[in-house]
């Protein structure tokens, strides 16, 4: 079981920044794809990023590539998404994800994760 709770969520003018961090509980999270989604008002969850065990490896959504970093600490057990020149269509509810212990992720797809975090708000004005 891993209990995962994000911060770092808040408002933002467009071009600001902002970095969301996701806190892992237990002593799996080196052991784990991660991974942050996201969903705006009124429409399905969105794949934005993920990362493996190592960090080492991360994978963008298309349309995120260049402004949004993903990146974890494995000594913290935290996952963080630092987001940059951001526009009002990021706002949303940011989710972190991990996926089983050891399994390889190699899709976009939420079903590929199994614990997620309660979300955090963000919100980017014009």
């Not at 891993?2 to 911060?7: A, F, G, I, P, R």
Request: charged share 20%.
């Amino acid at each position: 079981q891993v209990h995962l709770v994000e911060s770092g969520g808040g408002s933002a003018h467009a071009g600001g920044s902002l970095r969301l961090s996701c806190a892992a509980s237990g002593r799996t999270f080196s052991r784990r794809f991660m991974g942050w989604f996201r969903q705006a008002p009124g429409k399905g969850s969105e794949f934005v990023a993920r990362i493996n065990w190592t960090g080492d490896s991360t994978y963008y959504a298309d349309s995120l590539k260049g402004r949004f970093t993903i990146s974890r600490d494995n000594a913290k057990s935290t996952l963080y998404l630092q987001m940059n020149s951001l526009k009002p269509e990021d706002t949303a509810v940011y989710y972190c994800a991990a996926a089983g212990e050891a399994k390889l992720v190699l899709t976009t797809a939420a079903s590929e994760f199994d614990y997620w975090g309660q979300g955090t708000q963000v919100t980017v004005s014009s």
